[in-house]
């Protein structure tokens, strides 16, 4: 059978308003134009559709099957018309969004699976940077948004997006067991393992407790924080990473037999924020969906 998708369009509304005058009055048809395609249904699937009653009809057995198959069709159907849509509209210009190695890790990843399902429209440009490179890009229109540090002040406009604090993580049987908090230095003297060099986070860490620090030694680098945190669980060696970047199912909070533990690291510099950077005071609306759906990924578990 070949079904119009005016008619099940039409029927769709019969069925939710109880009635074939209100579903023309939405279809902008005549009564009996409206009437005759819904015979017209009614002889092409071989069996009444509807019960017409005094105050209005209501769908048979058959009816409402139809009409539940039928929205899905025409819920497919607009999303084919938008699809197809998509490639003959000029594309806007792709939303650049820079941020380092924890915000990269599950923020922004996370923002952009909701953002891009919910506006097809749109894409996006992610740029791993560090803070002050993720400033100056900002600052020069080069990027809309930015997931910055709060290490230094800016002119540009920022908002509080979440707590980015470091903690110091090992094996669940390991040198932590038996500590409540740990420094920077007491971690070094430990077998760690870490970023590249090259990856924002390592980059900020570095720079942040000094040259007079003691240098670890790093059993392996890895180039994401997924591997650094695995081969901490595994008993690799000690690792310094973002507090909210440890899935919760691996930690002593989260699991009856913890594979690995997290401490807070005592050094004042391990305290972080993460803000949200804008280019301009007066963004874009795809800046602005962009934003907020970052900051729903950002919220704490």
């Not at 109880?18 to 939405?26: C, K, M």
Request: proline share 7%.
């Amino acid at each position: 059978m070949r079904y119009d998708l005016d008619d099940l369009r039409l029927f769709v509304h019969v069925v939710a308003e109880g009635s074939i005058t209100a579903g023309a009055g939405l279809m902008h048809l005549s009564l009996p134009s409206a009437s005759a395609r819904v015979r017209a249904l009614e002889g092409q699937a071989g069996v009444p559709l509807l019960i017409r009653e005094r105050r209005g009809v209501r769908p048979t057995p058959a009816g409402t099957t139809l009409a539940r198959h039928a929205r899905e069709v025409l819920a497919r159907t607009a999303q084919l018309d938008s699809a197809v849509a998509s490639y003959t509209a000029a594309r806007a210009r792709p939303l650049v969004i820079v941020a380092g190695t924890s915000g990269l890790h599950r923020v922004v990843p996370e923002a952009l699976a909701t953002f891009l399902r919910e506006y097809p429209e749109y894409d996006v440009t992610v740029s791993e940077q560090r803070t002050p490179q993720s400033l100056r890009m900002l600052a020069e229109g080069n990027a809309d948004l930015g997931v910055v540090v709060d290490e230094q002040p800016t002119d540009l406009f920022t908002e509080f997006l979440t707590d980015d604090s470091l903690v110091v993580i090992g094996s669940a049987d390991g040198i932590l067991a038996d500590r409540t908090a740990m420094t920077y230095a007491e971690a070094a003297e430990h077998p760690m393992v870490g970023l590249h060099p090259s990856t924002a986070l390592r980059r900020w860490i570095d720079k942040a407790h000094g040259p007079h620090a003691p240098v670890p030694r790093y059993r392996t680098l890895a180039p994401n924080l997924h591997t650094v945190i695995a081969l901490a669980a595994a008993g690799a060696g000690l690792a310094i990473v973002p507090r909210r970047t440890v899935d919760p199912a691996l930690s002593q909070a989260g699991r009856q037999t913890p594979l690995l533990v997290l401490r807070p690291l005592r050094d004042a510099w391990a305290t972080r924020r993460h803000l949200l950077c804008y280019s301009t005071r007066d963004p874009s609306p795809a800046t602005k969906a962009l934003a907020r759906h970052l900051h729903l990924a950002a919220k704490p578990d």
